[in-house]
């Protein structure tokens, strides 16, 4: 299907294809092209009906509608469990920058590594113990100067956008097709001090072409499984929303599925090989002990961004609802 590029048409094509929680969520891009249109989604920010342990939530009504039910959360705490119910060393998983530890250790350092908490939480994925997690949480901790927006597609637990914020990171927008990761995220994050100012969760049906940030996000971190990476609504999703410039971190390949990203995401990519990196479950501190067998060896792919015109808001139209 083409979509003319006129910003207007645009707008209502989209609106019209998608289902009235998309098409609300839609009009925000088009606010800051000055079109004179509502925008729903900031209105259903207003309610939720799934607050977080200890805070006020921001997540999205629809999205967190009926998660949880009185005496039933989504999320608990262990002193040696977290994310999907992996096993953490007593002293945590020590990764670049940080350690990472269950919520309830009251394991305390003497080193300069920032600590990362992280509850058990359904769908709450990310803890370290993967290897595609470890990758991405080098990659962070090395490229991470200060003052950048992080855009972690696929957030899981949270612990990637924790990292980022660590690091002196400004701000972090996770998405994620799961509801319950975003609230598992979210307490997360609050667990480790940042507030709503610092993190914004978001539904996958939530995010549009040019829409999280006016100038563009300066880092994304993408741990998803290939079959996600290479659709063409979610390279359009990645990369309409990053800076001429911005970092792309990709992993949850496997290193024969590497070509297969350089061909999807590469029009707009410049590969950065000296920051390609490949790990097993062998050589990942308590991947074996969580996963009781060898998930096997992965890949990490970066890139940078090349500057790009407004010809592409055609192409990434198109591609947003291929």
């Known amino acids: ?14 609106c019209c ?10 009009v925000s891009r088009f606010e800051r092209a000055n079109l ?35 005496g039933s959360s989504i999320t608990s705490s262990s002193t040696i469990k977290a994310g999907e119910n992996d096993s953490l060393p007593e002293s945590g998983l020590c990764i670049g920058k940080v350690r990472i530890l269950a919520a309830d250790s009251s394991f305390e350092a003497v080193d300069d590594l920032q600590p990362i908490k992280l509850l058990i ?16 949480l080098e990659w962070i901790c090395d490229v991470v100067q200060g003052g950048e927006t992080l855009l972690d597609y696929g957030c899981g637990s949270g612990v990637l956008s924790i990292a980022a914020l660590h690091m002196g990171a400004a701000r972090s927008v996770g998405v994620d097709v799961e509801a319950e990761a975003l609230v598992t995220a979210e307490r997360n994050l609050q667990l480790n001090g ?34 996600q990476l290479v659709r063409p609504s979610m390279v359009a999703a990645i990369v309409s ?6 970092l792309l971190c990709l992993s949850g390949i496997r290193p024969n599925e590497v070509d297969s990203l350089k061909q999807a995401y ?24 969580s996963y009781g067998f060898d998930c096997g060896r992965w890949a990490r792919l970066v890139g940078r961004k090349v500057s790009t015109n407004d010809r592409d808001i055609e192409a990434m139209s198109e591609l947003a609802v291929s």
């Open 121 to 136: 939480g359904r769908n709450g994925w990310g803890t370290g113990v993967h290897p595609t997690t470890r990758l991405c």
């Open 17 to 26: 294809l998608l289902s009235f929680q998309q098409s609300d969520a839609f």
């Open 194 to 227: 940042y507030d709503e100012g610092r993190f914004e969760g978001l539904h996958t049906r939530e995010v549009l072409p040019y829409d999280i940030c006016p100038t563009g996000v300066d880092l994304v971190v993408a741990n998803i499984l290939i079959g």
């Open 266 to 289: 590469g029009v707009y990519m410049e590969w950065i090989d000296d920051q390609y990196a490949e790990l097993s479950a062998t050589e990942t501190e308590g991947s074996l002990e």
């Open 36 to 70: 004179n249109v509502f925008s729903w989604r900031n209105v259903s920010r207003l309610h939720n009906s799934a607050p977080p342990q200890g805070g006020s939530s921001k997540l999205t009504e629809w999205v967190v509608e009926n998660l949880e039910s009185e």
């Open 241 to 246: 929303n990053m800076a001429a410039g911005a």
């Open 1 to 14: 299907m083409m979509i003319a590029p006129n910003q207007l048409q645009f707008s209502v094509t989209l």
